[in-house]
Protein backbone atom coordinates (compact mmCIF):
# COMPACT_ATOMS: atom_id res chain seq x y z
CA UNK A 1 0.00 0.00 0.00
CA UNK A 2 1.14 3.67 -0.96
CA UNK A 3 1.57 6.07 1.67
CA UNK A 4 0.35 9.50 0.14
CA UNK A 5 3.28 10.82 0.72
CA UNK A 6 4.60 8.90 -1.89
CA UNK A 7 1.57 8.83 -4.02
CA UNK A 8 2.63 12.89 -3.99
CA UNK A 9 5.78 12.53 -4.96
CA UNK A 10 5.63 10.47 -7.81
CA UNK A 11 2.70 12.21 -8.90
CA UNK A 12 3.17 16.14 -8.40
CA UNK A 13 5.15 16.86 -11.64
CA UNK A 14 2.30 14.98 -13.86
CA UNK A 15 0.12 16.81 -12.72
CA UNK A 16 1.74 19.92 -12.57
CA UNK A 17 2.29 19.59 -16.06
CA UNK A 18 -1.48 18.82 -16.46
CA UNK A 19 -2.76 22.12 -14.36
CA UNK A 20 -0.01 24.29 -15.99
CA UNK A 21 -2.00 23.65 -19.76
CA UNK A 22 -4.72 24.44 -18.80
CA UNK A 23 -4.48 27.48 -16.34
CA UNK A 24 -2.08 30.51 -15.96
CA UNK A 25 0.44 29.90 -13.28
CA UNK A 26 -0.84 32.09 -10.56
CA UNK A 27 -3.87 30.08 -10.40
CA UNK A 28 -2.21 26.52 -10.95
CA UNK A 29 -0.94 26.01 -7.23
CA UNK A 30 -4.27 26.61 -5.86
CA UNK A 31 -5.97 23.79 -8.54
CA UNK A 32 -3.19 21.29 -7.26
CA UNK A 33 -3.35 21.97 -4.06
CA UNK A 34 -7.12 21.41 -4.18
CA UNK A 35 -6.93 18.75 -6.21
CA UNK A 36 -4.83 16.72 -3.44
CA UNK A 37 -6.70 17.86 -0.71
CA UNK A 38 -9.98 16.49 -2.52
CA UNK A 39 -7.69 13.13 -2.91
CA UNK A 40 -6.34 13.19 0.68
CA UNK A 41 -10.10 13.08 1.89
CA UNK A 42 -10.77 10.04 -0.59
CA UNK A 43 -8.05 8.47 0.25
CA UNK A 44 -7.00 8.34 -3.87
CA UNK A 45 -3.86 6.87 -3.41
CA UNK A 46 -5.15 3.29 -2.51
CA UNK A 47 -7.36 3.58 -5.51
CA UNK A 48 -6.61 1.03 -8.35
CA UNK A 49 -5.78 3.53 -10.89
CA UNK A 50 -5.09 6.75 -8.36
CA UNK A 51 -3.29 9.09 -11.39
CA UNK A 52 -6.40 8.80 -13.46
CA UNK A 53 -8.49 9.61 -10.60
CA UNK A 54 -6.34 12.73 -9.67
CA UNK A 55 -6.22 14.19 -12.59
CA UNK A 56 -10.07 13.72 -13.34
CA UNK A 57 -10.16 15.52 -10.10
CA UNK A 58 -7.85 18.39 -11.03
CA UNK A 59 -10.30 18.63 -14.72
CA UNK A 60 -13.04 19.19 -12.43
CA UNK A 61 -11.77 22.04 -10.22
CA UNK A 62 -10.28 23.65 -13.26
CA UNK A 63 -13.61 23.20 -14.70
CA UNK A 64 -15.60 24.47 -11.69
CA UNK A 65 -12.95 27.67 -10.99
CA UNK A 66 -12.73 28.52 -14.69
CA UNK A 67 -16.01 27.40 -16.84
CA UNK A 68 -15.85 28.85 -20.06
CA UNK A 69 -12.43 29.99 -20.49
CA UNK A 70 -10.23 28.24 -23.55
CA UNK A 71 -6.24 28.60 -22.64
CA UNK A 72 -5.14 26.29 -25.83
CA UNK A 73 -2.85 29.49 -26.92
CA UNK A 74 -1.50 29.97 -23.35
CA UNK A 75 -0.63 26.83 -22.78
CA UNK A 76 0.81 25.83 -26.51
CA UNK A 77 3.05 28.91 -25.67
CA UNK A 78 4.38 27.55 -22.30
CA UNK A 79 5.30 24.67 -24.26
CA UNK A 80 6.78 26.17 -27.07
CA UNK A 81 8.91 28.03 -24.61
CA UNK A 82 9.83 25.32 -22.80
CA UNK A 83 10.97 23.26 -25.48
CA UNK A 84 12.33 26.01 -27.42
CA UNK A 85 16.58 26.58 -25.94
CA UNK A 86 18.19 27.19 -28.88
CA UNK A 87 17.41 30.67 -29.26
CA UNK A 88 15.39 31.41 -32.48
CA UNK A 89 13.87 34.76 -33.58
CA UNK A 90 11.02 36.02 -31.68
CA UNK A 91 8.95 36.15 -35.15
CA UNK A 92 9.66 32.66 -35.20
CA UNK A 93 8.73 32.06 -32.16
CA UNK A 94 5.93 34.42 -32.72
CA UNK A 95 5.15 31.96 -35.51
CA UNK A 96 5.50 28.31 -34.35
CA UNK A 97 3.29 29.19 -30.79
CA UNK A 98 0.44 30.41 -33.23
CA UNK A 99 1.03 26.85 -35.59
CA UNK A 100 0.97 25.10 -32.35
CA UNK A 101 -2.33 26.60 -31.13
CA UNK A 102 -4.11 26.35 -34.40
CA UNK A 103 -3.37 23.16 -35.30
CA UNK A 104 -4.52 22.26 -31.52
CA UNK A 105 -7.47 24.31 -31.79
CA UNK A 106 -8.32 22.27 -34.81
CA UNK A 107 -8.91 18.82 -33.20
CA UNK A 108 -11.89 18.13 -31.65
CA UNK A 109 -11.69 18.97 -27.97
CA UNK A 110 -11.91 15.24 -26.62
CA UNK A 111 -9.17 14.12 -29.30
CA UNK A 112 -7.31 16.83 -27.78
CA UNK A 113 -7.33 15.72 -24.65
CA UNK A 114 -6.78 12.25 -25.42
CA UNK A 115 -3.77 13.60 -27.27
CA UNK A 116 -2.65 15.62 -24.65
CA UNK A 117 -3.05 12.89 -21.87
CA UNK A 118 -1.10 10.82 -23.68
CA UNK A 119 1.79 12.35 -25.30
CA UNK A 120 2.52 15.30 -23.49
CA UNK A 121 1.52 13.79 -19.37
CA UNK A 122 2.30 10.23 -20.48
CA UNK A 123 -0.67 8.39 -19.41
CA UNK A 124 -1.45 5.00 -20.58
CA UNK A 125 -4.80 5.05 -22.81
CA UNK A 126 -6.57 3.35 -19.85
CA UNK A 127 -5.63 6.27 -17.05
CA UNK A 128 -6.00 8.86 -19.64
CA UNK A 129 -9.88 6.62 -20.04
CA UNK A 130 -10.13 7.36 -17.02
CA UNK A 131 -10.02 10.92 -16.63
CA UNK A 132 -11.96 11.37 -20.07
CA UNK A 133 -14.83 8.70 -19.24
CA UNK A 134 -14.09 7.05 -22.28
CA UNK A 135 -13.04 3.24 -22.60
CA UNK A 136 -9.35 2.63 -23.30
CA UNK A 137 -10.23 1.77 -27.24
CA UNK A 138 -11.77 5.02 -27.44
CA UNK A 139 -8.89 6.83 -26.35
CA UNK A 140 -6.04 5.17 -28.77
CA UNK A 141 -8.77 5.58 -31.66
CA UNK A 142 -9.12 9.34 -30.61
CA UNK A 143 -5.60 9.87 -30.60
CA UNK A 144 -4.76 8.29 -33.80
CA UNK A 145 -7.03 10.53 -34.92
CA UNK A 146 -5.62 13.37 -33.55
CA UNK A 147 -2.15 12.60 -34.78
CA UNK A 148 -3.62 11.64 -38.03
CA UNK A 149 -5.27 15.09 -38.36
CA UNK A 150 -2.09 16.91 -37.34
CA UNK A 151 -0.10 14.93 -39.98
CA UNK A 152 -2.68 16.25 -42.62
CA UNK A 153 -2.39 19.69 -41.49
CA UNK A 154 1.50 19.58 -41.49
CA UNK A 155 1.77 18.33 -44.82
CA UNK A 156 -0.91 20.77 -46.86
CA UNK A 157 0.83 23.88 -44.51
CA UNK A 158 4.01 21.96 -46.22
CA UNK A 159 2.94 21.93 -49.69
Known amino acids: MTTFEEFYEDTIDTVTSYVLRRCDASGAQDVISEAYVIAWR ?3 HTAPNPIGYLLLT ?3 VLDRTRR ?3 SRQVT ?3 LY ?3 SHSGPSAEDVALRRREIADALAALAEVDREALLLTAWDGLSS ?3 ADVLGLSAGAV ?3 VHRARQHLIDLERTTNA
Do not use: T, V
Request: glycine letters at 4%; a positive charge; hydrophobic letters at 45%.
Open 68 to 70: GQA
Open 42 to 44: KRA
Open 140 to 142: RIR
Open 81 to 83: RLM
Open 58 to 60: ARR
Open 126 to 128: AEA
Open 76 to 78: AER
